[in-house]
């Protein structure tokens, strides 16, 4: 087969049409853009850290893709004894789903009142992992509350669920799901309900229990840290913790259970296939011509002012987001995928971590909004979306779209989890939410069903 060069970066001469293509996008944006500093590339091991809108993401995608590895990567790269003291590893934890999976304590632990000497709670590596976060996380505590390190110099600790979907999440999951909805960022403090409430660990458990908790937990002893946070979740129970990054991977098969919309609505959906795919012809490092974002933890759990926004260049109120979410709403009205104050709180927290600085960049943001919020909820037969053999809620959808995107819809537009590796590249892709709507609906007309999910 004949080959060539671009860069760095070897391509089949079957697909320089694409190439081509990719090159007059590229072209045609700088162009537009000429005015408009763009990012400039960085060698990996100084990426920009990205705040996530959400702590709790769901990877999408066929086997053998690469999700696991995602997260644990996303881990290595942010520990840092130099910075945060924590060395690689110690920030991550990997918790094989089970398929007998039914009820919260398969997770979170149980109290056992089998042998001598009382109860006792038997605690999980997820618990473990939990109260482990939080001793990084706090300075000190007490039954007044803790007191953070500052924010800059907390890592954020990954808890990878492998296979998430082999057992309901809506079960397993429940108290998760509930509690997550309860954090709180307010002026830099964090608050947050109990996973592990105190009644279990104050009723349930006597002194010697209590104490086998702790020390399963590693907080015994007399150390002033431990101490106070023995105090703090005797007083309010263990929250999760401000640093924790819950990931689970997905496949959907048929040994898997689908996602209600409760899970959805609660989670940032990332489909391998369109944000990390897979390219042959960069399986060897040295192929590689870019690299996934370092993602840090979120800082923030609303927007409730316009000043929230202030720092965004390219919708410093708002508006433009809340008039884009409108729009795809009035699309969605009167069916089961509308939209709620959930999804434009969490549409306007991706704003602020991607922080556009114009209009293509802003559309962008859209873009992948609409890919890990929007599309994900929809799913259904021909009657359920209202297809009448060639129009559906799918193609209302994206004539909606066309107008509201008007930068990206038939051009390239910035990759915004990823960075480039080669000087003098800017990612760019084409507009995803187009090509995953034009999927979704070739599979409704050609299986009477359609969904999200690859």
Not at 167 to 176: G, K, L, R, S
Not at 318 to 336: A, C, H, M, W, Y
Not at 421 to 443: A, E, F, T, Y
Request: glycine fraction near 6%; charged fraction near 25%; aromatic fraction near 10%.
């Amino acid at each position: 087969m004949i080959r060539c060069r671009a860069g760095n970066i070897p391509i089949d001469t079957m697909i320089v049409s694409d190439l081509e293509a990719t090159l007059m996008a590229y072209d045609n944006y700088l162009t537009k853009k000429s005015t408009i500093p763009l990012p400039l590339p960085k060698p990996v091991e100084n990426c920009i850290q990205t705040f996530l809108p959400k702590p709790f993401l769901l990877l999408a995608g066929i086997s053998g893709t690469g999700k696991t590895r995602f997260v644990r990567e996303q881990a290595d790269a942010s520990a840092s004894v130099e910075r945060y003291g924590i060395e690689k590893g110690n920030n991550y934890c990997l918790v094989p789903v089970r398929p007998d999976w039914h009820e919260p304590s398969d997770l979170l632990g149980y109290i056992s009142r089998i042998g001598e000497g009382g109860a006792r709670y038997v605690v999980t590596d997820l618990l473990c992992f939990i109260v482990k976060a939080w001793k990084h996380a706090a300075s000190s505590a007490s039954t007044a509350g803790i007191e953070y390190k500052d924010l800059n110099s907390i890592c954020p600790f990954w808890l990878c669920l492998d296979e998430m979907n082999l057992a309901p999440v809506e079960q397993y999951f429940a108290d998760y799901l509930s509690i997550l909805e309860t954090r709180k960022w307010a002026d830099g403090t964090y608050s947050c309900d109990p996973l592990l409430k105190p009644a279990v660990i104050n009723q349930q458990l006597n002194k010697t229990g209590s104490d086998d908790l702790w020390d399963k937990l590693n907080i015994g002893g007399d150390e002033p840290l431990n101490a106070g946070l023995r105090d703090y979740f005797s007083a309010v129970g263990i929250p999760l913790p401000p640093n924790l990054i819950v990931a689970g991977t997905v496949n959907m098969d048929e040994t898997t259970h689908g996602f209600s919309r409760k899970v959805i609505d609660r989670a940032l959906t990332i489909d391998f296939g369109e944000f990390f795919p897979n390219d042959y012809e960069q399986y060897y490092e040295a192929d590689k011509n870019k690299t996934v974002r370092t993602f840090d933890f979120p800082r923030l759990s609303g927007v409730h002012r316009e000043s929230d926004l202030s720092s965004v260049p390219a919708d410093p109120d708002g508006r433009k987001t809340i008039e884009f979410l409108k729009s795809v709403n009035v699309v969605l009205q009167d069916t089961p995928f509308q939209l709620a104050f959930r999804a434009l709180n969490e549409a306007l927290l991706s704003v602020v971590c991607f922080c556009p600085a114009d209009d293509t960049q802003l559309q962008a943001v859209w873009d992948d909004f609409l890919m890990m919020k929007v599309l994900p909820r929809i799913e259904g037969d021909q009657e359920k979306l209202a297809c009448d053999g060639d129009k559906s809620l799918l193609t209302g959808l994206a004539v909606c779209l066309k107008e509201l995107l008007t930068e990206i819809w038939e051009t390239a537009r910035p990759d915004l989890l990823c960075e480039p590796l080669v000087n003098g590249v800017i990612l760019l892709n084409p507009c995803r939410s187009k090509r995953k709507l034009d999927w979704m609906q070739k599979r409704l007309l050609d299986n009477n069903f359609t969904t999200f999910w690859p």
